[in-house]
């Protein structure tokens, strides 16, 4: 198991773009003029856990997808709290896993892991409601990152190994990115996920990712495989700063990094903490 400790850098957008956010500035931070009761509240699409034993413990991996119905706003500072408990309905693991911002009009899909004590047979996650922040630009001005050249191989004892590329679709480079993948059955049911963290992904020149998704003995066969990037951090602030930034053509260059040898791969954790 992997832990990262991330932090990201604040970078200016120039004098051009720095005049588009003062004229943006009263949308900018948490959206105070609009009631909170006229804002509709996240919505838990899916949700998945799987436990298997490890060599400290327990390990505990879940994934879900997170939706936001509201058009115009992020939501942000949003918290998941994994609950486990024993046959017994002890407590036997409890932890806090910070998310990143959910788009407007969109979802988050993210991914986690934790050790318990002993094994939980009930994993139960809540989450917190989100501060709203009113986005900077329109909608569609929050373009997907592109994901290329994607492979999911089978390695054995539950774990499947993800490979890719991610590609930026802004004029500005994007910093830190957070890709998930997220395993489904033939039925299109969430079996399982991970994530993994790529920098400094600049226009142009993709960046190959690699991540294993973990813990799914005996849920039978994977049939699909969805990949997702987006910013990483509770604010919205990087992707606006992207989508400020503007959006270019998608890029048609193959990745300049070289190919990862076959591996564990790298899964984020929820201690992580955020900005």
């Known amino acids: 198991m992997t832990q990262r400790s991330r932090k990201t850098t604040a970078r200016g957008l120039g004098l051009g773009l720095a005049a588009v956010a003062a004229l943006l500035a009263g949308c900018g931070g948490a959206d105070e003029s609009v009631p909170k009761n006229a804002m509709k509240p996240l919505v838990i699409k899916e949700q998945t856990s799987a ?41 036997v693991v409890r932890t806090e896993q910070p998310l990143d911002a959910v788009p407007p009009s969109g979802v988050l899909k993210f991914s986690g892991q934790a050790i ?38 089978k390695l054995g004892n539950g774990s499947y190994l993800v490979t890719g590329a991610v590609a930026n679709p802004y004029q500005k480079a994007a910093t830190s990115l957070v890709v998930t993948a997220l395993l489904r059955d033939k039925d299109g049911r969430l079996l399982g996920g991970a994530s993994t963290y790529v920098d400094d992904v600049r226009t142009g020149a993709p960046r190959r990712f690699v991540l294993t998704v973990e813990g799914l003995n005996g849920v039978g066969p994977v049939a699909r495989t969805e990949i ?19 959006a270019v053509s998608a890029p048609a260059a193959k990745p300049k990094s070289p190919p990862f040898a076959n591996d ?5 954790m929820p201690e992580d903490h955020r900005p």
Do not use: C, M
Not at 228 to 246: C, I, K, Q, V
């Open 51 to 91: 436990v298997t034993q490890g060599t400290a413990g327990f390990v505990v991996n879940w994934a879900g997808v997170v939706g936001n119905p509201n058009r115009w706003h992020f939501g942000e500072n949003v918290a998941a709290t994994v609950i486990g408990k024993d046959a017994a309905g002890k407590e």
């Open 116 to 153: 318990a004590s002993a094994r939980p047979v009930q994993v139960k996650l809540t989450f917190t409601q989100p501060r709203w922040r009113r986005a900077a630009r329109i909608p569609s001005a929050f373009v997907p990152f592109p994901i290329s050249a994607a492979n999911t191989e």
């Open 228 to 246: 997702a990037a987006r910013t990483w951090g509770s604010s919205a602030r990087p992707y606006e700063e992207l989508a400020l930034s503007g």
């Open 264 to 268: 564990r791969g790298n899964q984020a």
